[in-house]
């Protein structure tokens, strides 16, 4: 993975916002989404980099961001960074695919340790991933229509000198989210729906499919039945990927073992349901849920 | 349809509140909603009272309702009403299940013109048309979790009289709004899923169903099809009936002809794909919504 262009923005961490101490490796990755579907990516995080320690902040009170203005978007996307920031993390991953798209610059701005998207990072792993230069992505309405995806793949094709073609082919599929949160990953329903939403997909002979909403992760199985020969790109856990070398290159990953699955989880509104959609997402009980309040 | 436990609480509007004047025959009938949901309740609305002018709030920035606190979703709903009454509305119909069932309330207590909600209205009408006493309600999770529907039920049983066993039978059907949304109202995944979350209703062989949600309206059909016997209570077609008989009790109904389909939208988020969910909610090309800004 090539974090170059990922680094290259992060220059405030190393500089003067830099209010980091040398203690900086015990410190939590804060991980910042609209809503639970971010969990997915906090699943591969304590995977990937079990020593880390992890505080989540869910902004459910505000969720869905997708049709919000980006000057909302990014309002509320700086609200909950600034949130994490006080709780004295060491990095933030947004890993929601609106607020990567619309306020990853603005948060990095106000921010004194990295910021990571989701968005860059799928869409370098997508390149390295495909052979024929055919590749899917997959989101909601407002991500497919940003086009965030598609600008991103076209810079780093830039960027890096790719001379091969390469074609982007975007669905949205709105449905996905609320089957996923309702837990019905591979009911005969949502493989109608697959079915319907990939069959362009599957015309157009992607060999790449980038999963660019954090819910999607969840429907992994039933996605893979519908595009079976297409490699499948996690956009939350490229973030990952990308955090584990800033957090290599600036040594402050954590350096003790055995400190892992810790993870504070911080919500704007706390509904019923959010414990088990949670749990279900993670992949392990979470314990308990704070209720914050800000913003209102 | 008795109106009078509805028409009781609206006591403000003829006594110390009342700021209509004789010329409010030709004022607007004010309806809110959470979302989108409650152009259903509209559709029903022009085709009933067709002389009535409609002006149309759907608070689209902050919904959904169903995940947020009591006070939260009355300090929203007087926000919205209060826009309503400043448009010299003359009766505001609460479309949105939750509102109706946190703030009615609240709301009535602050308005001079009478609020009719969704809920009384069609607890009444399932009341009506059962014979067997079994009575099923859809709705979102909240809605159900909420027992509203239930209560009043049991309270309009109690002031009423009724002896006769009534058993009710409540189902949370998620799905159901985002496929209504998603425009997929007779698609064989809705049939689908429509039968399973139907399946425990028509076990317990309801013979009257409240479609608690503003939302399932557009899903009638398939809805009727997996419970082919039931009689199907469409709650803001009920709370139009009952707004008809408050405008009849006081004389405030439309006099002139062929001011019909003037339908005033406002939202305070207004997404893309808002216009063309709306117009199909609706039944007839809306003209325009403009969007309005408030309790940011």
Redesign the interface.
């Known amino acids: 993975m090539d974090t170059q262009s990922t680094l290259h923005s992060q220059h405030n961490f190393s500089s003067e916002n830099n209010t980091l101490s040398s203690s900086t490796t015990s410190h939590a990755i804060g991980v910042f989404d609209s809503g639970v579907g971010g969990l997915t990516a906090v699943r591969k995080l304590v995977n990937m980099l079990p020593n880390e320690r992890v505080i989540y902040l869910g902004d459910?009170?505000r969720v869905p961001y997708g049709?919000?203005?980006a000057a909302t978007v990014s309002a509320y996307s700086q609200e909950c960074v600034h949130f994490l920031i006080q709780k004295s993390v060491k990095l933030v991953i947004i890993a929601c695919n609106t607020a990567s798209a619309l306020a990853l610059e603005d948060v990095q701005r106000i921010s004194p340790v990295p910021v990571v998207g989701v968005i860059e990072p799928a869409a370098e792993a997508a390149l390295s991933a495909t052979h024929s230069g055919r590749i899917g992505i997959i989101g909601t309405?407002a991500t497919v229509?940003s086009g965030a995806y598609q600008s991103a793949i076209k810079r780093i094709c830039a960027q890096k000198g790719i001379e091969r073609e390469t074609t982007v082919f975007a669905e949205a599929c709105?449905?996905f989210?609320?089957?996923a949160?309702?837990g019905?990953h591979y009911?005969?329903?949502?493989r109608?729906?697959a079915e319907?939403y990939l069959a362009p997909l599957k015309k157009a002979q992607i060999d790449t499919l980038i999963l660019g909403c954090t819910h999607y992760p969840m429907l992994t199985d039933v996605i893979q039945d519908v595009l079976p020969n297409v490699v499948l790109i996690n956009s939350g856990e490229e973030a990952v990927s990308v955090a584990d070398a800033i957090l290599h290159e600036q040594t402050i990953h954590a350096a003790q073992r055995g400190i892992n699955r810790i993870v504070d989880c911080y919500v704007t509104?706390k509904?019923?349901?959010f414990m088990s959609v949670a749990e279900r997402f993670l992949g392990f009980p979470l314990g308990m849920a704070e209720e914050v309040r800000f913003g209102?």
Chains 1, 2 share one sequence.
């Open positions: 459910t009170a049709n919000k203005t309405r229509q709105p449905l989210v609320p089957f949160e309702e019905w009911h005969p329903a949502t109608l729906v319907e509104d509904s019923t349901a209102k």
